[in-house]
Each structure stands twice: as structure tokens, then as C-alpha cells.
């Protein structure tokens, strides 16, 4: 999937989302605590539930020890007729992997014995973990020997890679094998990467790696390394592949050119020439854009390449374009016709632009274009004082463009106008609407405030301690093998990431289920930025049967589950509660900042969990006596930064919207903005915040608040669940 970030998404939410996920909810509390963020607890009842073992998988290998040892010792069940996994052969197998990482492998070994014929599905994996720990054992014959009978009954498996990594050390015909038979596993790419420090002139396992290595450290050396030894005898397909690679890394001045060598397609013209314009090659953007129109005239590409060329080139040509893109491409017509509206607004040809944005209103009324120019012209008449008229044109929006971008603002809007104009009743209904068509955005949180729901406002939210509560066990995949499905449940991550590589073989255009499969993986091993943006971005999805499956995907919890995860937890709840401050409202910074990645540096410095500036680190390690630390260290990164969280809730009286943001721009500019904008409507204040990137972080941190609390919290969560039943009740004829 290409990270092309876009600045425009549509948004349509099933409403029946919470009450989906309020299933999961009542069946986890069951097995919850009653404190916030509770780890599950031991089913009462596990040896008789095929899914007990799963319902252990969130606790530590330690909390779980004693109730794995009871269902591995237990008698499976003597008639299977539905040939269910039993509960002891998941016990076993996890307690048994537990084991292997505790270095316990005698006992390990026990539990393995005659285990594929009890657990089928996993049976190659069992042999894997059989030649581990023979190997951990130390005993080099025994784990020689089950290398090979690994190699001997999985031939064709993924695992089977693992053995000829292992004997190809000492045998190097077994890692050719290794590299032609399975070059997605991973242990083929680190084959690859070991033969290439040895001897870097080796084209093919260069283009391996560019293939399956988009995880490797140096992946960017090794594709410069490719393409400056080897540029003449590369093929347009493996053009593609490279350009796909850097387009992954986000180094879209070098994707480009790749795209200009890859097959000469519609979709890779249009790669090149945007990857030009995001590299600031604007002269070689245009020309690329002009290849793309003329070579390929009828393809949807060159629709929104016409829109992309006209803001390349001079009015009058600009006009031209966007009339052909207009008259041909009903898709981009909207876009089209916005654009040429602003272009005759600044010629001075306000009647033709007037006339621009009425064919937009009347003939493509529906289209999130129309929804822009709502929300932009209602917005102008707020800021004039005309509350009535931003009012109705708000109302509008919210009719006719109720799936664009701004429809969850131009409907709190539309609450807080009737506000103002005295029509309780009008916002009320706006508020309770927001929340219920748009239930994932700040402007739900925004509503549900002023309902009076027990949600936490900007001066009360950093005291509160909401109950969270995690579903009692992980969801299943949206694709890939049993096997991988599996694994995955079992918190067997990195197993489980290793056979996806090799399962994924539609990077380039992944399915719905592929890509959120692929950003469970990512999660699974650590990679949270990337991760979150393969689930993040599906709702970039346009084509019709694509936006279908996406739609679906997020009515169930698996979806926001995965959204909204919580890494790390033990040292959030840990400093938040040092430092009095809401653990979820944490989470939710965090989330923001750094997508929960401990090594992440911004391109100012800013690094780890919390994102703390080196002179900050060094002025909040002062104050505390902290001597020693490391910014990268999960720990120490969120002891500094919620220490200096507290501090700017401190300096702001306990009002979070300012010390989030004073956390983002810092003090001095916080101080000036409340010096220049009126602060008695904090909603007012927020849009007049003057820093874009500050302005939506705060609406970010709220919103990812927000989400975990609807998610996991009981208490939300069943406001949510009831608020949607009472609409249903309104719907229904009387």
C-alpha cells in the first residue's frame, strides 16, 4: 500500500459500531477487574471453553503459569466431533513456548512430545519450536536431527526456512534454497543481507531484499547500493518494485524517478509526477504530469492528474485544464470546479466564480467538494457575525455532504450556533446527532461534554480515573492462513509475522482484509507507526467494493481495537498515577506523539514515547535528581514526560487543552495566544489556535481520548449503546 498521506478522505460511520462492540465489552468484564486498565483475568471455568487458553494470552507468562500447567494437565475431550482445538494442546503449546524464552528446556521438550498429532494445525510450528529447544538445550546432535526432520515432513512450509537457515550455516547450498524457494521469509532475507556483507555484487539478492526487506535497517543504503551498481540491467518490473520501496520509506524524489523506469502505466505516471511535486521538483512535476494526460487521456489517473497540473501552471492554462478535467472526468468534475472558482475569485471574475460555485451546489450537490465550499462559506459568516446564516449553511452540509471531511465539525457547529441563537432544543438534537454519525471524532467527545456526559471536560479531564476494560482475548485476522490466524492469538507475534511475509504477496495493491492483517502484524512486532497507518488509512478506500468491506470492517471492535491499542501500559499507569494525571488522557498523548515507537526521533530532536526535546530531558532530569536515563528508554521517556505534562497543567490551572497544547508549541506561545483570542468559549479558542500543527494536535489528543474511552470504557460505552437505541425508538413510525 502506497503512504501516499492524502488531504482528503471521505468519512461515513456505521452507527450500530458501538452497539457491536458493547457484546464484546459485557462477555469481557467477566473476565476484567475493577480497576483502570485491568489485565484479564483467569477464566473460573477454562477447561471447559475451546478459547480458555486464548483468554490468557494478555497476561504475563508468570500470571498465567499455573492455570496453563492445570489445562495442560487436563484430559482432552474424547469425541471431537467438530475436530475443535482442545484446550490442553493450546496450553501445552504456549506453556511450552513460555518455557523456551524462560530457557527451561527440558520441561519445554515434555510438553512438545507427540504434540502435532494433538494440534494439526500448528504441527510444522511445533516441530520449529521442537528443534529450538533442543538447540537452546545445548545438545547439538538432537537439535541437527530435528533441523532435518523439520526439513524432511514441512519441505514445502514457510517454517521449513528456518531449518535451512539454521543448517545452511554449515552448509551453504541450503541457504540457495532458502532464497529460491521461500524469498519472502524473513530468515531468506537475512540470508541475503549476511551474503551481501560478504560480497555486495550480487544483484539478485539486492532485489530480494528491495522486495521483502522493506523492514531492514538500512533498506534505503541497500537500494541506493542497487540502483547505482546495477541501473542498466534492471527491468521495468523491478523499477516498480524499487520505486514501490522508496515510496514505503517516504522518499518520493527517488520513487519517482524508479516510476519513470517502471512499466508505463497511468498509476506509475501519476506516482512519478507526484512523487516530483512532494520532492519540490515542481518543473520536472509538471512535465510529468503533462506525460501522464497525453499518453493516457481516457484513464481515471489523468482526471486528478489534470486538477495536479493546473496548480502547477499559470491561470488562464490552469482554467483550461480544469475545464477538460470538468467536461471528462465526472469523478474529479467537484474538485475541478472548486478550484477554477478560486482561480476566477483571484482574476477578479467574481460573477463567473459565483456561478463556478453554484453549478458545484446545484450538479454535484453530493460530492465532498460541495461540502467544502459549505463549511468554508458558513465559517465566513460566523467570523462576520451572522450566526443564522453559518447556521443553515452548516445544516446543509450535514444534508447533503453528511460523509465529507468536515461534516463532524459543521454539525457540533451547528449544536453550538443554535446555542447562541437560543434554540436549546436544536442543539441538543445537533450534539446527540453528532455523536451518533460520527462517533470516532473530537466533535463527539466536544458533544458529549456538552450533554453532560461523564466524559471529562478541558478543566476536569486530567483528574479523572476511568475504568478500562481490554477484551478478554485477541481478535482473529481479517486474512491469511489458519495457521497464521492462529499464532496470532496465541501472542505468538513474531512466528506470526514471519509467516505473513510470506503470505502477503499483494503489497503493491493489497485487499481491505489484507492491509488490516498486515498492520496486525506490524503492531504485533513492535512496528506501531506503520502499523496503525496500514488500519489508520483504509478509510483512504474509494473504490466502491473496497469502501464496502472498509465500512463493514469498522462496525466491529476488532477494528477500533486494533486503532487504539495500549503498549506499554504498565509504565503509563505507572507514571500517570505519580503524576495525578488521567492515564487514558496519557495514552492518548503518547498515541499522538510517537504511535507508541520508544526510538522515534523527530527531525528537531524530539524522541522516544512522549517525544521530549534533549533540553528538556536534561531540565525535568534536574528537577527530579534523575542522574541517569536515556530518552529512548520506555520507561525514563515517560517518567520525563509526564513530569513536565504535569508541570504545564500546572502552569495553565488543570486546563488540559492549554497544557497539551503548551506541550506541543510550548509556554510562550500558549501565554501570547491567550493575550490575543478570548478564552470564554474553549471551542471558539481552539479553532482560533494560529499554529496548524498545534491546533490539530489538540484535537488529536482529545479525539484518541476520546476513542479509548468509548471503546473500553463500560460506562461510555453503554451511553453509547443506549443513545443509538433511543435513536432507533425516534426512527421508528408511531
Known sequence: MLKQRKTRFSVLIGVSVCVMAIGSLVAATKWMGVGPFQKAQQPQDAANSASSVKMLVSLSPGERKAKLVELAASQPATTNPQQEI?????????????????????????????????????????ALKRARTYQLSGDKGKAQKAWQELLKNYPNDPVAAEALYVLGKSKSEYWQQATTKFPAHPRSVEIAMTELKQNPNQPELMLLVAKHGHYVKDYGTLLEQLVQQNSASLKPEDWEEIAFGYWEKQDYGKGAIAYGKAPRTAKNLYRKARGLWLDGKIPASRIAYQELVREFPDAEDSGLGLIRLSRLSEPKDAIVLLDRAISKFPNYAPEALLDKSKLLDKAGSLQSASDTRKLLLTKYTNSDKAGELRWAIAQQYAKAGDLKSAWQWARELTT???????????????GKWAQKLGREQDAKTSFEYTILRYPESYFAWRSAVLLGWPVGDFTTVRDLSPKVVRPPQRPEPTAGSPALKELYQLGQDRDAWALWQTEFTNRLEPTVAEQFTDGLMRVGVGDNLDGLWMVGSLRQ???????????????QPIYWQALYPFPYLENIVKWSQERQINTVLVTALIRQESRFMPAIKSVVGATGLMQVMPETGAWVAEKIGLKKYSLEN??????LGTWYLDHTHDEYKNNSMLAVASYNAGPNAVADWLKRFDFSDPDAFAEKIPFPETKGYVKSVFENYWNYLRIYNPEINQLMSEHYEASQKKAKPQ
Not at 530457557?103 to 511445533?126: F, R, V
Not at 478506500?541 to 462496525?555: C, G, M, N, S, V
Not at 520506555?634 to 517518567?639: E, G, L, T
Request: proline share 6%.
Open 400 to 414: 447533503n455532504n453528511p460523509d465529507t471531511e468536515q461534516a463532524p465539525e459543521a454539525a457540533f457547529w451547528v
Open 634 to 639: 520506555v520507561d525514563d521517556n515517560i517518567k
Open 541 to 555: 478506500r474509494e473504490k466502491p467494493d473496497d469502501r464496502t468491506e472498509y465500512l463493514a470492517l469498522r462496525q
Open 86 to 126: 482442545s484446550p490442553q494442546s493450546r496450553a501445552r503449546y504456549l506453556l511450552a513456548s513460555d518455557l523456551i524464552q524462560q530457557g527451561n528446556a527440558t520441561q519445554a521438550l515434555k510438553l512438545l512430545e507427540n504434540l502435532e498429532q494433538e494440534y494439526p494445525i500448528l504441527a510444522s510450528h511445533i
